[in-house]
């Protein structure tokens, strides 16, 4: 995996930038991924194998979400969910200043 290669405190520093500018990066020419939760089983495997680079995958209560402005669109979470309920999505919409805040609270960094 390409980004397997990078340090991990670039890519560290990277994600928190996208974080605390609550945009995707510039270069990612792919669009995000969104999973459809009623499809979702919730087994949080495309969690786990979200490349930490990204870390775009989120456990919030019942859902397991997506943010697009982390996902860099790579196949990683398509490739090892069980239901196939992860879709390309074009018509992504900014992510909510809840989930952000959220965001910022497990970085240890204040809302």
């Known amino acids: 995996m390409p980004w397997a290669k990078d ?3 670039a890519a560290g520093a ?3 930038e ?6 995707r990066a510039e270069n ?3 669009p995000p991924r ?6 979702c089983i919730t087994c949080d495997r495309c969690l786990r194998n979200c490349p930490p680079e990204f870390g775009a995958i989120l456990d919030r209560g ?3 979400v997506i943010v697009p402005e982390l996902c860099s669109g790579c196949p990683v979470c398509v490739m090892v969910c069980p ?3 992860i879709y390309v999505d074009e018509q992504w919409t900014p992510t909510p200043d809840r989930l952000w805040d959220h965001l910022g609270l497990m970085a240890g ?3």
Do not use: M, N, Y
């Open 14 to 16: 990277e994600r928190a």
């Open 7 to 9: 340090a991990p405190s």
């Open 83 to 85: 239901v196939d309920c």
């Open 62 to 64: 019942l859902d397991v």
């Open 18 to 23: 996208r974080i605390a500018r609550r945009s």
């Open 28 to 30: 990612w020419r792919k």
């Open 34 to 39: 969104r999973i459809e939760t009623s499809e």
């Open 109 to 111: 960094g204040s809302p």
